[in-house]
């Protein structure tokens, strides 16, 4: 017995992670079988674009692609094109670009944060070592700006300035807040940059290369930075999960790295005694980690990190962007595309659910 086609928009649903139902009629089910043939184009050109004469280049390059991924970049890009004229190649090829923009960040990421493992297999430094991780990501981000110089200088533009922005959120990531900054603000700010910005990127790209009408541009823009930084501070909140199962996270991965999020840095902000000496036994238990020590002694302060009031403070702050997100989308046209926007947006709201 042969199975069934799956029903237009359940793989745009499933990389969005919502309900088909989003889809439902005749307008939406066209609008998902545009975005999921542009969808086609991309992964069928990205393979192509990432093929390397050299071999040891080569399979680096593809590496962490093979690997898999959801492609959100270029979904949202696509969708967001429905506004214009749709799948045109210079659609493609900046959804394309940015697809691999990421992808590069990723090898960098990996290597400044000692990651083990990436989309389910061991890093790519782990397989190759630093050096050729750092270079590979490096081809990546110049086979970005060559398809951004087949077209004119917004284009090219586009990717220098987002590219700015990532290198400015890792490198404020990696030297902190300085004297006279505001930690949770700085913090914000480096999840605008290092996340956000590609993710405007994306969203506001759908509109500028698709012909659509000019003054959706901002609003998009907008639109993809706050879900960026929403996306990430709900990524604070399931990092102290303790469902590993569901969420592929360890808990405290990101505090035992010696990365700061939001929960903690809100209760670092705290003046009671109960929250100051939470904090101390956090930094305590994550420089004992550094010089060698079992990561489960972490494992009791995260548990009560996890059901301080810091958690649902973060968990609200992010619900907070995320309907700052869905508030932009009010110059956009009422048809499908706005309507999986906000199902986008408020999806995210649900993931720590």
């Known amino acids: 017995m042969t199975s069934s086609p799956a029903p237009s928009g359940s793989r745009l649903a499933s990389r969005f992670g919502f309900s088909d139902r989003v889809f439902a009629g005749p307008a939406a089910r066209r609008v998902a079988r545009e975005v999921e043939a542009g969808l086609?184009?991309?992964?069928?050109?990205?393979?192509?674009?990432?093929?390397?004469?050299?071999?040891?280049?080569?399979?680096?390059?593809?590496?962490?692609?093979?690997?898999?991924?959801?492609?959100?970049?270029?979904?949202l890009t696509l969708?967001?094109?429905?506004?214009?004229?749709?799948?045109?190649?210079?659609?493609?090829?900046?959804?394309?670009?940015?697809?691999?923009?990421?992808?590069?960040?990723?090898?960098h990421d990996d290597v400044m944060d000692s990651a083990d493992r990436r989309r389910g297999v061991p890093a790519?430094?782990?397989?190759?070592?630093?050096?050729?991780?750092?270079l590979t990501g490096d081809i990546l981000f110049s086979r970005a700006s060559q398809i951004m110089a087949r077209y004119d200088d917004r284009a090219i533009r586009l990717q220098a300035d987002t590219f700015e922005r990532l290198v400015m959120g890792q490198m404020h990531e990696t030297v902190g807040p300085q004297p006279g900054d505001d930690p949770i603000a700085f913090y914000l700010q480096v999840l605008a940059?290092?996340?956000?910005?590609?993710?405007?990127?994306?969203?506001?790209?759908?509109?500028?290369?698709?012909?659509?009408?000019?003054?959706?541009?901002?609003?998009?823009?907008?639109?993809?930075?706050?879900?960026?930084?929403?996306?990430?501070?709900?990524?604070?909140?399931?990092?102290?999960?303790?469902?590993?199962?569901e969420t592929g996270k360890v808990p405290g991965t990101?505090?035992?790295q010696g990365v700061p999020t939001m929960p903690y840095l809100l209760l670092r902000a705290r003046t009671d005694a109960a929250s100051a000496a939470?904090?101390?036994?956090?930094?305590?238990?994550?420089?004992?980690?550094?010089?060698?020590?079992?990561?489960?002694?972490?494992?009791?302060?995260?548990?009560?990190?996890?059901?301080?009031?810091?958690?649902?403070?973060?968990?609200?702050?992010?619900?907070?962007?995320?309907?700052?997100?869905?508030?932009?989308?009010?110059?956009?046209?009422?048809?499908?595309?706005?309507?999986?926007?906000?199902?986008?947006?408020?999806?995210?709201?649900?993931?720590?659910?």
């Open 193 to 245: 940059d290092k996340t956000g910005s590609l993710i405007a990127a994306a969203t506001q790209s759908g509109i500028t290369f698709s012909n659509a009408p000019v003054e959706f541009e901002e609003p998009m823009r907008q639109y993809g930075e706050k879900v960026g930084v929403a996306f990430q501070l709900l990524d604070d909140v399931i990092d102290l999960s303790d469902r590993p199962d």
């Open 278 to 353: 939470l904090a101390d036994r956090i930094d305590d238990g994550v420089a004992r980690i550094a010089d060698g020590a079992d990561p489960s002694l972490l494992d009791g302060p995260l548990a009560e990190l996890r059901e301080h009031a810091v958690t649902h403070e973060t968990l609200e702050l992010a619900r907070a962007w995320t309907r700052e997100a869905i508030a932009t989308l009010e110059p956009i046209p009422a048809g499908p595309v706005r309507d999986a926007l906000t199902r986008f947006a408020e999806n995210l709201a649900d993931r720590s659910s």
């Open 40 to 75: 086609d184009r991309v992964e069928a050109e990205l393979a192509e674009e990432l093929r390397v004469a050299d071999p040891v280049a080569d399979a680096a390059s593809r590496y962490l692609y093979e690997a898999g991924g959801k492609r959100i970049r270029p979904v």
């Open 254 to 256: 990101d505090l035992i």
């Open 124 to 134: 790519a430094h782990a397989v190759w070592g630093n050096s050729v991780a750092i």
């Open 79 to 107: 969708l967001v094109a429905q506004l214009g004229d749709g799948n045109v190649t210079q659609v493609i090829d900046v959804a394309k670009a940015l697809e691999l923009t990421h992808l590069g960040s990723l090898y």
